[in-house]
């Protein structure tokens, strides 16, 4: 029954690993297309979706945490529905599109930062709260200053959501050794969204003939996509790592509590 049993998790094993790169040949054959053959909408889209189906093979009340990034994935699909793919809704102009389409994005940004710290003391994780609080009143201050004439509720969705995602860089890196490929995640998805907020500060300070404007807009790719699916695809293969990680937490517990109580019964018996 143990050869049994140990011959079934080898089986489930070799199914992850082959699902896993198949998943990755997929993602980089649709990054190849997108970025370098056909800059379509859709097939950027279809990247993140793809992304979403991969989290949905993990399931299960042993996997612990993984429930996380495909909330985050989720809420991403969403977001990306009303703002790349631009499906309105009705009664809806495209500005208040964009506004739903940013709140899914702090919503997965929300997750993120429970992932984040998943695990961890409560200390850190008021760490990690404070922080992005002290952060978002600052950023919210220098907008206040800078656009009191024309403060939208777009502008500071926006920086809601960048408190959240520097706060989670940052302490990605403290909980390292917990998920290794979070920090990666979170460096590739920060990049990308510089590179969209320097659209908007161009556009909004009109700043299109300055040398480095030009630059950036040189580039003949879509370049926060470029940044951006690698960011979810790795995301997505958090899930497996971050469930062994969880799964060794648990069994070390496990065999804790037994040699604690082996030791107990031992001392009442003697």
Known sequence: ????????????????????????IIEALLFIFAMFKFNNKFLLFSTLALALVFTMLF??????????????????????????LGVGIEGFGEYKTRVI???????????????VVA?????LKLYKFITSLALFIALFIVLVILRYNDLKLLYVEALIYFSLLITSLVFS?????????????????????????????ENMFDLS????????????????W?????SFTILALTIRTHYKYVKKEKDDKEDN???INDDTKSKEES
Request: one cysteine or more; aromatic letters at 16%; glycine letters at 6%.
């Open 257 to 259: 509590d037994k040699s």
């Open 1 to 24: 029954m143990k050869n049994k049993k140990k011959t079934d998790q080898d089986k489930r094993s070799d199914n992850i690993v082959f699902f896993k790169l198949l998943f990755i």
């Open 173 to 201: 890196f403290v909980t390292f050794r917990k998920n290794p490929l979070l920090p990666l995640s979170l460096l590739c998805l920060t990049i990308c969204d510089l590179i969209i907020g320097l659209g908007f500060i």
């Open 101 to 115: 389409g940013m709140g899914a994005f702090i919503v997965a940004q929300l997750f993120t930062s429970l992932y």
């Open 119 to 123: 695990g961890e003391s409560k200390k």
């Open 226 to 230: 470029f940044f951006y699916i690698p």
């Open 209 to 224: 003939d300055k040398a480095f404007f030009i630059f950036l807009n040189h580039f003949n790719i879509n370049l926060p």
């Open 59 to 84: 399931w299960g009340k042993e996997n612990g945490r993984i429930y996380l990034p495909k909330l985050i994935i989720l809420f991403d699909v969403v977001a990306d529905i009303f703002i790349t």
